[in-house]
């Protein structure tokens, strides 16, 4: 089993910034690819970004890329997506997820393994 804790939400003007963080335990975190998704009230659940066990390989939704970054840190047992230049649209509960063995880029929730609670991001204009 893998616990997957994010953090890092809250209220924002568009525009502003925020780093969502996913702390993991259980298991060897370095053995998973993690996935970023997000579920906006009324909507499905979708891909935002996914990165791969060593951090060499990432992969974004267009919607995001160029303003988010998934990054981990293995020797902390954490994953992050930092939010730039934030929308309203963004507005979403942030889910983050685990997938083994983690070498290929995964887009597909169903792929994923674990997941965490999510963090609610709002985004105001």
């Known amino acids: 089993q893998v616990q997957l804790v994010e953090s890092g939400g809250g209220l924002v003007q568009a525009g502003a910034s925020l780093r969502l963080s996913c702390a993991a335990s259980?298991?060897?975190?370095?053995?998973?690819?993690m996935g970023w998704f997000r579920q906006a009230p009324g909507k499905e659940r979708e891909f935002v970004a996914a990165i791969t066990r060593s951090g060499g390989s990432t992969y974004y939704a267009d919607s995001v890329k160029g303003r988010f970054t998934i990054s981990r840190d293995n020797a902390k047992n954490t994953a992050y997506l930092q939010m730039n230049s934030l929308k309203p649209e963004d507005t979403a509960v942030y889910y983050c997820a685990a997938d083994s063995p983690g070498y290929r880029l995964v887009y597909r929730a169903i792929e994923y393994d674990y997941w965490g609670q999510g963090t609610q991001v709002t985004v105001s204009s």
């Open positions: 259980g298991r060897t975190f370095s053995n998973y690819g």
